[in-house]
């Protein structure tokens, strides 16, 4: 039964294109997010949803967006990639300011 | 700039010794949470710690925090080759109604057996 799912796990496309990351979870949280960790391990927030209403958008490039059908699933939509958009996206869904549970992370590689 | 920075950036023991990481944050915060991430795999939470809470344990887990210095640390006791890992702290600032995590940069733990 896992708590917060993202798919897929690894995705390899060509600049250019444009490609999606699904997250889902079954905690009943309130609040997701989505997180960028580069290759030096730093995390920073991207975006965060409360109840499918978008309450935190960092300074993120808009070919970056965000869709919450509803308070179980946020999505992360990228628009034509480029190879800067290279890291590791990780999904997780909090109650309010407690702890974070992440997915397991979607490795982009962009060629 | 970042929240958290952590010290040491990496920091290699023997199994059976204790590991020490140390966190700094820059504002005010509602709380203080620690996580641990292994290679190639998503985060997870290991404890958190409230502003008006000064220290915290789970299991062989201590967690300090100084709200006058701005900084905490995480005490590992008795470690394992298990426990080799990246661990961050992340702050929750006072400010935000919204809730928010600002990670540190992370400590490398490696346990040699």
């Known amino acids: 039964d896992t708590a917060v799912s993202q798919t897929p796990k690894y995705l390899v496309t060509q600049m250019g294109n444009d490609k999606s990351i699904k997250c889902e979870q079954n905690?009943?949280?309130?609040?997701m997010y989505w997180y960028k960790q580069d290759s030096k391990k730093f995390l920073k927030i991207m975006f965060s949803y409360n109840n499918k209403e978008l309450i935190i958008n960092e300074t993120v490039p808009n070919r970056f967006s965000p869709k919450s059908p509803d308070k179980a699933h946020l999505n992360l939509h990228i628009n034509s990639l480029e190879l800067g958009d290279s890291a590791v996206y990780f999904c997780a869904s909090s109650q309010r300011l407690e702890g974070y549970t992440f997915g397991s992370g979607t490795r982009l590689t962009v060629v | 700039s970042q929240q958290g920075e952590e010290d040491p950036q990496a920091l290699s023991i023997q199994e059976g010794e204790n590991a020490t990481m140390n966190c700094s944050y820059k504002?005010?915060?509602?709380?203080l949470q620690w996580y641990r991430q292994n290679s190639g795999r998503g985060l997870v939470h290991l404890i958190l710690i409230r502003s008006n809470e000064r220290e915290k344990h789970s299991g062989r887990l201590r967690v300090t925090l100084d709200t006058s210095k701005k900084s905490s640390s995480l005490l590992i006791t008795a470690s394992r080759a298990a426990d080799t890992a990246s661990y961050f702290c992340?702050?929750?600032?006072?400010?935000?109604?919204?809730?928010?995590?600002?990670f540190g940069e992370g400590t490398q733990l490696t346990v040699n057996p």
């Open positions: 905690l009943g949280h309130d609040t």
């Open positions: 504002t005010s915060i509602n709380n």
């Open positions: 992340a702050t929750a600032p006072l400010w935000t109604s919204g809730s928010r995590l600002t």
